[in-house]
Structures are given as structure tokens and as C-alpha cells.
């Protein structure tokens, strides 16, 4: 260890004497170090944008938990399955419900929601805009707020009204048959911008006594704790072969997105490494030329191969090291341009459609994205090294002491 | 008491046939000073490198400080080049952008000792070949007989038995190379260490205990 520490001081007096032929090569890969920190920076800074979005215009900690088809079998949400759901940790709440839908004689289509009240007082913290929730196993229901506009236009149905639906059931043969039901509406949400407001809600035991044998359930609603846990309770649900989807797969698709997006980015960008690499192995393989006798000597002295390699390479070191840091600075610095000249032409061409990026900076530099760009550099550098130094390290030492 | 050089018909061929030495066989004992002279292109590079195991015989069998030198295992031929051998060229060859001081340490970054002991022993050596004051000299800053001195001290750092040194004063005038002898002279009889010098000129055989010819590839003592 402390061997390559003091071959290490050796190497660095071999960069100092030729500093600039040093510096010149480190920029090279500084550049192609820039080009990468800063594209991925601003490929990071737009996933960050994006989600950040999704998270302030969704309800990112609601799971919809399905059932979900294996092996050509359905797995059904039996309350079993349902209980083991509400286990899962980090869960706040959760509610089975049944999904069914009306039709009112006019024709006007409902979805309906089945849903305990106080399952949907804990999953939804719904607001009333008038009127009660349902009491246990009654045929009141709850309107959303749409809803509730839309059968108040079109149907003249108002809050308090009895009035009547249409459930079309299908037998065994795939024939409907209608039945009538009578129904009161008890209250209306006020509008939540969710897909509630569409719906009506009624009593999970009011739907399920509406069908003659018992049925699994459609859906577990599930409420996390927080959005940080959203993936691991997803990732439980799915362990118990349902299928949970929620504002939470959005992000996963701009995840998945953006990362191609960076790597493409970065590939063209990582020509510009290509070139700088290159520069490295030219500079050294004149570096390890010119001191050809140099290096028969060292071997004369007791030097093995493996000592010449380690110091060809700490040289590389040195230089990837330079041209790390200078790429991650210069990186910053592009970053810079991108976030005020980039961001101030982006909106004065594009208008609203980008004045949201008006509150972020369009590229995000991050220290995992500075720690990454180092190391880049300084394992491109050694990997260039890697040639002239076996180059060096194959001399035959009669031959390189007698070179002039 | 065994020899500390001993050359037992040692033969090297070039490509193309080239005969550069053949039957190179003698021995040269414990701190003994020799030289060896020659024409050019008799063979005398050659013979000296490959006793200092950098070049490899086309036959023959050579002995260092009593041990076999198998010439196949190249990780003990650096061992061997560490703790046996020290070499003086004609150059100097001293690395241009190290000091006095740390070109006598240099070998013993691969041969290796502490920062410590490597500036006591690089700073002894220095001021026994008489350079005390120039230590922190870089070798364009020293005349080409100061700069075989420090070489000489780092031939010496390792302390091997063994000192091979080719024409070490064919780059040197008249007067400076036999300061240059003498001192190799008295270093050899102080530590004990064997010398064997290549060289031109005749008139150092007077330094040394023994002196060979080599004619035609054929060492023959005078
Ligand atoms: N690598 C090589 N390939 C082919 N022939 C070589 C090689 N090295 C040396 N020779 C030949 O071997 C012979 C001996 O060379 P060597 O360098 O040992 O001579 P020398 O006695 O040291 O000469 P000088 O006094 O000029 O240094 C010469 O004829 C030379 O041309
Ligand atoms: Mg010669």
C-alpha cells in the first residue's frame, strides 16, 4: 500500500513535468465528462418535473387492488384475500368494494360504487356538499358531484328523490334480463377532481344483496401511510397474486421513459468519452515511447513487470482524476447555461405549455450524477492505460536501455 | 567459499545466427575488482547483461552469489536484478526529473524500503561518493562525473554483491574517469562488493585485480 503510495508521488512528478500535454488529455475526457453529467442532469431535472406534477395532480398513496388472472385462472378478492391486503404494512386502510353499474329508464348509464361508510370515510375523507352518507344496508345512496349534476339536468332527480334504476343481469346463456330497483339519494360529495365524482356510492352489502349468490369482490381500495411506501406495499399486493394500480404506475412509466430517454442521451454524448479515451492511449503510448530507455532502466534497477504497468497506470490515474473533476466542474457549468439562458429561451418560445418549468431548474445536477462522472473518467482513463502500459511492460530491457 | 560470478561456458547467438559470445566461461570471486576489455562488437555488452539477468544465453550455465540462475522463471530474475545486482552505465541514466537523492532511492521503490530507511541509506551512499552538497540537484545540473557518481551510489542502494558497469567511462574525459575507477575501486574494497567493469581503455587495468580479454567471443584472463 504505502508502495503504491510512493509510486503514486513518482507518477505525479512524471504529470507535473509534462503538465500541459497532462491537462490537455484530461480535457478531453473532461468534455466528453461534461457533455454526459449535464445530459443526464437535464434528462434528471425533467423526470423530476414530471412526477413532481404527477404527485401534486394525483392521489399517489390510493391503491386499486384487482384480482388478476394466473395461469388462465382468475384469483377472486374473497375477504380472506382482503384481510391479508389490510395487513400489508404501511396500510392505513382498506376497503373491498363491488363495482357494478345502473342504468336509469332513460338510459342514462351509472357506475356504482359499493362501499361501507366507513370505509369510504377512511379511504376517501369524503367532503358532502349536502345531505348524509348511507346508513349500513340501506338503498340511500351518495352522489358524486358530477353525478349529481348530470341526473339533476338530465333526469330532473334531485336530493331527497326516490327514483328508479335498472340492473340488467345475464344468464347463464348470455341473455339480459332487467330487473327494477328503487333508490334514494341522501347526499351529494362536493367535487373532488377523482374519479368519485362520477360515481354513485352506495352501501358494499346494499350491491352485494342485490345478487343471489354470493360474489367476490371487484376491488380492495387501499390507503398507504406515506408516498415513499407506495411501492413496497404495491410490490406486496402483488406477492399475494392480486394487481395494484394507482397514480403510483404513472410514475413508474415516466421512470422507465426518462431512463431511456438518458440513456440515449448519454450514449451520444459518451461519443465524445469515445474520443477522449482515445486521446488517452495516443498520449500514453507516446508517453511510454519517449521513455522507452527510461523504462529499460527501471527494469535494470529491479523493476517487474508488474511495477511498470502500476506506474503507467497511476499516471492514467492522474489523468482521469484531472479530467473527472474538470468534467463534473464543466458539467455543473453547462448545467448553468441550460437553467438560466436554456430555461429563459425554452419559455419565451413555448409559452405556457413550459411555464411550469418557470418554478424548477431544468437540469438537476445531483451528487450521485457528479460521483458517477468522476468515476467514468477515472475508470475510462485506467482501461485506456491498460494498452500502453502492457506495451511497457512487454520491452525487452536490453533494447529499451540502448534506445535514444 | 563459493565464487560470486561464476560463467560456465556461456554462449549467446543472435537471429540470424549472429554469434555475439561463445564460451564465456570464467568466475570471479567475493569482492574482487575486474574488467573486462574488448573491441567493439566482441561481445562484451552482451555477456555483461546477461549476467545482470536482462538478456538470457543461448546455452551455458551461470551462477550469482552461488545461486543457479534459471533463466526461464522471470520473477526470480527480478529478484535476482534486486538483491544481487547493481548496474552503471554508460550514460548514467539517471531519470531526468528526479533529484540526486531520490534517483539513489529509485530502486528501492520496487526493491522495497520505507521513505525512512530509503533517505538514510540514498543520503549515506551520496555522501560517500562525495556529493553531499548536491543532493537535491536534478541530473542536468550536475557534470556527467558527478552524475556517474550518483549512479553509482544507486547501483550500491540495494546493497548487492554484485556491480555490473558498461564502459561507465566512455562518456567521460581522461581525468574524471579514473575518479571515477578509483572511487569504484575503493567502494569494492570498503563493502566488499564485487566489480565488473567493461571498458575500452586499458590503461584502468590498473585498478583492478583481475583483468579478461575477449577476443572473438572467447574470455581469456590477461
Ligand atoms: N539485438 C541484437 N541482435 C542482433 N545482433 C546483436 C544484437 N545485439 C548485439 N548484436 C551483435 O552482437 C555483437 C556483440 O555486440 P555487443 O553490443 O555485445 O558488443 P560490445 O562488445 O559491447 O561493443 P561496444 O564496445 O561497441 O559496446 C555485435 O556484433 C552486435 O552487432
Ligand atoms: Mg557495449
Same mark, same amino acid.
Given at each position: 500500500?504505502?508502495?503504491?503510495?510512493?509510486?503514486?508521488?513518482?507518477?505525479?512528478?512524471? @504529470?507535473?513535468?509534462?503538465?500541459?500535454?497532462?491537462?490537455?488529455?484530461?480535457?478531453?475526457?473532461?468534455?466528453?465528462?461534461?457533455?454526459?453529467?449535464?445530459?443526464?442532469?437535464?434528462?434528471?431535472?425533467?423526470?423530476?418535473?414530471?412526477?413532481?406534477?404527477?404527485?401534486?395532480?394525483?392521489? /399517489?398513496?390510493?391503491?386499486?387492488?384487482?384480482?388478476?388472472?394466473?395461469?388462465?385462472?382468475?384469483?377472486?378478492?374473497?375477504?380472506?384475500?382482503?384481510?391479508?391486503?389490510?395487513?400489508?404494512?404501511?396500510?392505513?386502510?382498506?376497503?373491498?368494494?363491488?363495482?357494478?353499474?345502473?342504468?336509469?329508464?332513460?338510459?342514462?348509464?351509472?357506475? @356504482? /360504487?359499493?362501499?361501507?361508510?366507513?370505509?369510504?370515510?377512511?379511504?376517501?375523507?369524503?367532503?358532502?356538499?349536502?345531505?348524509?352518507?348511507?346508513?349500513?344496508?340501506?338503498?340511500?345512496?351518495?352522489?358524486?358531484?358530477?353525478?349529481?349534476?348530470?341526473?339533476?339536468?338530465?333526469?330532473?332527480?334531485?336530493?331527497?328523490?326516490?327514483?328508479?334504476?335498472?340492473?340488467?343481469?345475464?344468464?347463464?346463456?348470455?341473455?339480459?334480463?332487467?330487473?327494477?330497483?328503487?333508490?334514494?339519494?341522501?347526499?351529494?360529495?362536493?367535487?373532488?377532481?377523482?374519479?368519485?365524482?362520477?360515481?354513485?356510492?352506495?352501501?358494499?352489502?346494499?350491491?352485494?344483496?342485490?345478487?343471489?349468490?354470493?360474489?367476490?369482490?371487484?376491488?380492495?381500495?387501499?390507503?398507504?401511510?406515506?408516498?415513499?411506501?407506495?411501492?413496497?406495499?404495491?410490490?406486496?399486493?402483488?406477492?399475494?397474486?392480486?394487481?395494484?394500480?394507482?397514480?403510483?404506475?404513472?410514475?413508474?412509466?415516466?421512470?422507465?421513459?426518462?431512463?431511456?430517454?438518458?440513456?440515449?442521451?448519454?450514449?451520444?454524448?459518451?461519443?465524445?468519452?469515445?474520443?477522449?479515451?482515445?486521446?488517452?492511449?495516443?498520449?500514453?503510448?507516446?508517453?511510454?515511447?519517449?521513455?522507452?530507455?527510461?523504462?529499460?532502466?527501471?527494469?535494470?534497477?529491479?523493476?517487474?513487470?508488474?511495477?511498470?504497468?502500476?506506474?503507467?497506470?497511476?499516471?492514467?490515474?492522474?489523468?482521469?482524476?484531472?479530467?473527472?473533476?474538470?468534467?463534473?466542474?464543466?458539467?455543473?457549468?453547462?448545467?448553468?447555461?441550460?437553467?438560466?439562458?436554456?430555461?429563459?429561451?425554452?419559455?419565451?418560445?413555448?409559452?405556457?405549455?413550459?411555464?411550469?418549468?418557470?418554478?424548477?431548474?431544468?437540469?438537476?445536477?445531483?451528487?450521485?450524477?457528479?460521483?458517477?462522472?468522476?468515476?467514468?473518467?477515472?475508470?475510462?482513463?485506467?482501461?485506456?492505460?491498460?494498452?500502453?502500459?502492457?506495451?511497457?511492460?512487454?520491452?525487452?530491457?536490453?533494447?529499451?536501455?540502448?534506445?535514444? | 567459499?563459493?565464487?560470486?560470478?561464476?560463467?560456465?561456458?556461456?554462449?549467446?547467438?543472435?537471429?540470424?545466427?549472429?554469434?555475439?559470445?561463445?564460451?564465456?566461461?570464467?568466475?570471479?570471486?567475493?569482492?574482487?575488482?575486474?574488467?573486462?576489455?574488448?573491441?567493439?562488437?566482441?561481445?562484451?555488452?552482451?555477456?555483461?547483461?546477461?549476467?545482470?539477468?536482462?538478456?538470457?544465453?543461448?546455452?551455458?550455465?551461470?551462477?550469482?552469489?552461488?545461486?543457479?540462475?534459471?533463466?526461464?522463471?522471470?520473477?526470480?530474475?527480478?529478484?535476482?536484478?534486486?538483491?544481487?545486482?547493481?548496474?552503471?552505465?554508460?550514460?548514467?541514466?539517471?531519470?531526468?526529473?528526479?533529484?540526486?537523492?531520490?534517483?539513489?532511492?529509485?530502486?528501492?521503490?520496487?526493491?522495497?524500503?520505507?521513505?525512512?530507511?530509503?533517505?538514510?541509506?540514498?543520503?549515506?551512499? /551520496?555522501?560517500?561518493?562525495?556529493?553531499?552538497?548536491?543532493?537535491?540537484?536534478?541530473?542536468?545540473?550536475?557534470?556527467?562525473?558527478?552524475?556517474?557518481?550518483?549512479?553509482?551510489?544507486?547501483?550500491?542502494?540495494?546493497?548487492?554483491?554484485?556491480?555490473?558497469?558498461?564502459?561507465?567511462?566512455?562518456?567521460?574525459?581522461?581525468?574524471?574517469?579514473?575518479?571515477?575507477?578509483?572511487?569504484?575501486?575503493?567502494?569494492?574494497?570498503?563493502?566488499?562488493?564485487?566489480?565488473?567493469?567493461?571498458?575500452?581503455?586499458?590503461?584502468?587495468?590498473?585498478?583492478?585485480?583481475?583483468?579478461?580479454?575477449?577476443?572473438?567471443?572467447?574470455?581469456?584472463?590477461?
Amino acid at each position: 500500500m504505502t508502495k503504491l503510495l510512493d509510486f503514486a508521488r513518482l507518477s505525479a512528478r512524471q @504529470v507535473r513535468k509534462k503538465r500541459m500535454r497532462v491537462l490537455l488529455t484530461a480535457f478531453g475526457i473532461a468534455i466528453g465528462i461534461a457533455a454526459v453529467v449535464a445530459m443526464v442532469s437535464f434528462g434528471e431535472g425533467i423526470r423530476y418535473q414530471a412526477i413532481e406534477t404527477i404527485r401534486q395532480q394525483s392521489d /399517489l398513496t390510493l391503491i386499486e387492488v384487482t384480482g388478476s388472472v394466473k395461469d388462465g385462472t382468475v384469483i377472486p378478492i374473497t375477504e380472506s384475500k382482503a384481510e391479508l391486503v389490510r395487513k400489508i404494512p404501511h396500510v392505513e386502510a382498506a376497503g373491498p368494494v363491488y363495482r357494478v353499474s345502473f342504468s336509469t329508464l332513460r338510459q342514462t348509464y351509472i357506475d @356504482v /360504487l359499493g362501499i361501507r361508510a366507513e370505509d369510504l370515510r377512511a379511504l376517501f375523507r369524503p367532503a358532502l356538499a349536502s345531505g348524509e352518507l348511507y346508513p349500513a344496508s340501506s338503498s340511500q345512496v351518495l352522489l358524486g358531484h358530477e353525478l349529481a349534476e348530470k341526473l339533476k339536468k338530465y333526469e330532473g332527480i334531485r336530493e331527497g328523490d326516490l327514483f328508479t334504476v335498472v340492473i340488467r343481469d345475464y344468464n347463464e346463456y348470455g341473455a339480459p334480463s332487467d330487473r327494477k330497483l328503487a333508490i334514494k339519494t341522501g347526499g351529494t360529495l362536493r367535487a373532488r377532481e377523482d374519479a368519485l365524482d362520477t360515481l354513485l356510492i352506495m352501501d358494499r352489502d346494499a350491491v352485494s344483496a342485490l345478487s343471489n349468490e354470493s360474489m367476490p369482490y371487484n376491488a380492495v381500495y387501499v390507503r398507504v401511510d406515506d408516498p415513499e411506501n407506495v411501492m413496497a406495499v404495491a410490490r406486496d399486493v402483488q406477492s399475494l397474486g392480486l394487481t395494484a394500480n394507482g397514480a403510483f404506475r404513472q410514475i413508474e412509466s415516466v421512470n422507465r421513459f426518462m431512463d431511456l430517454v438518458i440513456l440515449f442521451l448519454s450514449i451520444f454524448a459518451a461519443i465524445s468519452l469515445v474520443v477522449g479515451a482515445l486521446m488517452i492511449v495516443n498520449t500514453m503510448v507516446m508517453s511510454v515511447y519517449e521513455r522507452t530507455r527510461e523504462i529499460g532502466v527501471s527494469m535494470a534497477l529491479g523493476a517487474s513487470q508488474g511495477d511498470v504497468v502500476t506506474l503507467i497506470l497511476t499516471e492514467c490515474l492522474y489523468i482521469g482524476m484531472i479530467g473527472g473533476i474538470v468534467g463534473d466542474l464543466l458539467g455543473i457549468f453547462f448545467s448553468w447555461v441550460i437553467n438560466t439562458a436554456g430555461k429563459a429561451y425554452l419559455i419565451s418560445q413555448t409559452g405556457d405549455l413550459f411555464s411550469a418549468f418557470a418554478r424548477y431548474d431544468l437540469a438537476l445536477v445531483t451528487p450521485g450524477i457528479l460521483i458517477a462522472g468522476f468515476l467514468v473518467a477515472v475508470i475510462l482513463s485506467l482501461v485506456s492505460g491498460i494498452y500502453p502500459a502492457l506495451q511497457a511492460a512487454r520491452m525487452n530491457p536490453v533494447e529499451a536501455i540502448r534506445h535514444t | 567459499m563459493h565464487a560470486t560470478i561464476e560463467a560456465d561456458n556461456l554462449r549467446k547467438v543472435y537471429r540470424g545466427s549472429i554469434p555475439a559470445l561463445g564460451e564465456a566461461s570464467f568466475t570471479v570471486g567475493k569482492g574482487e575488482f575486474v574488467t573486462l576489455i574488448g573491441r567493439s562488437g566482441s561481445g562484451k555488452s552482451t555477456l555483461l547483461n546477461i549476467l545482470g539477468c536482462l538478456d538470457s544465453p543461448s546455452s551455458g550455465t551461470l551462477s550469482l552469489d552461488g545461486v543457479p540462475v534459471d533463466f526461464r522463471d522471470s520473477a526470480r530474475l527480478v529478484s535476482i536484478r534486486r538483491q544481487k545486482i547493481g548496474f552503471v552505465f554508460q550514460q548514467f541514466n539517471l531519470l531526468p526529473h528526479l533529484t540526486a537523492q531520490e534517483n539513489v532511492e529509485y530502486p528501492m521503490l520496487f526493491n522495497y524500503r520505507e521513505p525512512e530507511e530509503r533517505a538514510r541509506t540514498a543520503g549515506g551512499l /551520496l555522501e560517500r561518493v562525495g556529493l553531499d552538497g548536491r543532493k537535491d540537484h536534478l541530473p542536468a545540473e550536475l557534470s556527467g562525473g558527478e552524475q556517474q557518481r550518483v549512479a553509482i551510489a544507486r547501483a550500491l542502494v540495494s546493497d548487492p554483491p554484485i556491480i555490473l558497469a558498461d564502459e561507465p567511462t566512455g562518456n567521460l574525459d581522461q581525468k574524471t574517469s579514473g575518479e571515477i575507477f578509483s572511487l569504484m575501486q575503493e567502494i569494492g574494497r570498503e563493502r566488499k562488493t564485487t566489480f565488473f567493469v567493461v571498458t575500452h581503455e586499458r590503461e584502468f587495468g590498473e585498478y583492478a585485480d583481475r583483468s579478461f580479454r575477449l577476443v572473438d567471443g572467447t574470455v581469456t584472463a590477461i
